[in-house]
C-alpha cells in the first residue's frame, strides 16, 4: 500500500516554464488537497477536491491549476512559473467515509524556480 | 476567520529537559485537532489528533497535547527531551473530512545537549 505518492521530488524551472506535479493515491480517498510549504508560514492550502469532477480554491490559489478526472490522481499545473511559486509541495488524502480520522500526505516536492 | 497561532518560531531545550509547545487556535465550528513533526527534508508525520472526549491525548514518541477550549488551545507537551526530538512542529485545525487544514506557522525545536 504506497499511500500518497508524490512525483517529482525535485524539480527545477525557469521563470515562464509549465509543468505539473503529480499526486495519486491508492486508497480509495474521495478528498484530496494540495499545499505549499514556505519558511515561517507553515503550509497553505491551494485547492482541494471532495471527488471526481470536483475541485475549489483554497488559500492561495493564483498560478495554479487542477482537475480531479480520476478518484486516484490529482495533479498540480503551473501554467507559467514565477520565482515566487518556489516552494515544498504537499499533496494530502483523506476520506471520512471510510472512517479515516486525519489527512494523509505525501513526501512533498521541492521545487525552485529561476 | 479560522487560523492557528503558534507563537514560538524557535525553542531550545536542553536534553532530558520537559518541552510545551504552544498552539491557539480561533475555528468556527468543533475543531479536528492535529500536532504534526518534521524533520529536515522530510515530510509531515503525525504526532496526535483531538477529536472528542478525553481532553488529554497521547500520541506517538511520547508526546502528549491537551485541549482546552475555554482558552482555545492545544498545547503539545513531553516530559523528557531526546536530541532525535529536534524537528519543526506544527499544529493544525480542520473539521471532519480534513481536506482543508489550517497549519500554524511552525516551532522549531533546538535540543542542547
Known amino acids: 500500500n504506497a499511500g500518497v505518492t508524490q512525483t517529482p521530488k525535485f524539480q527545477v524551472l525557469k521563470t515562464g516554464q509549465s509543468m505539473t506535479l503529480q499526486c495519486a493515491q491508492d486508497?480509495?480517498?474521495?478528498?484530496m488537497s494540495w499545499y505549499r510549504q514556505d519558511p515561517g508560514m507553515g503550509l497553505r492550502l491551494i485547492h482541494y477536491s471532495v471527488g471526481a469532477g470536483i475541485t475549489d480554491q483554497g488559500e492561495v490559489p493564483n498560478g495554479y491549476n487542477v482537475s480531479r478526472s480520476t478518484t486516484e490522481d490529482f495533479p498540480l499545473r503551473l501554467l507559467s512559473a514565477a520565482p515566487s511559486q518556489t516552494s515544498v509541495y504537499f499533496c494530502?488524502?483523506?476520506?471520512?467515509?471510510?472512517?479515516?480520522?486525519?489527512?494523509?500526505f505525501g513526501q512533498g516536492t521541492r521545487l525552485t524556480v529561476v | 476567520a479560522q487560523s492557528v497561532t503558534q507563537p514560538d518560531i524557535h525553542i531550545t531545550v536542553s536534553e532530558g529537559a520537559s518541552l510545551e509547545l504552544r498552539c491557539n487556535y480561533s475555528?468556527?465550528?468543533?475543531?479536528?485537532l492535529f500536532w504534526y513533526v518534521q524533520s529536515p527534508g522530510q515530510g509531515l508525520q503525525l504526532l496526535l489528533k483531538y477529536f472528542s472526549g478525553d481532553t488529554l491525548v497521547q500520541g506517538i514518541k511520547g508526546f502528549e497535547a491537551e485541549f482546552k477550549r475555554s482558552q482555545s488551545s492545544f498545547n503539545l507537551r513531553k516530559p523528557s527531551v531526546h536530541w532525535s526530538d529536534a524537528a519543526e512542529y506544527f499544529c493544525a485545525v480542520g473539521a471532519v473530512g480534513f481536506q482543508k487544514l489550517v497549519f500554524g506557522t511552525g516551532t522549531r525545536l533546538l535540543v542542547s545537549p
Open positions: 475555528y468556527g465550528a468543533t475543531p479536528y
Open positions: 486508497m480509495n480517498h474521495e478528498y
Open positions: 494530502a488524502s483523506s476520506s471520512p467515509g471510510q472512517g479515516d480520522t486525519e489527512a494523509f
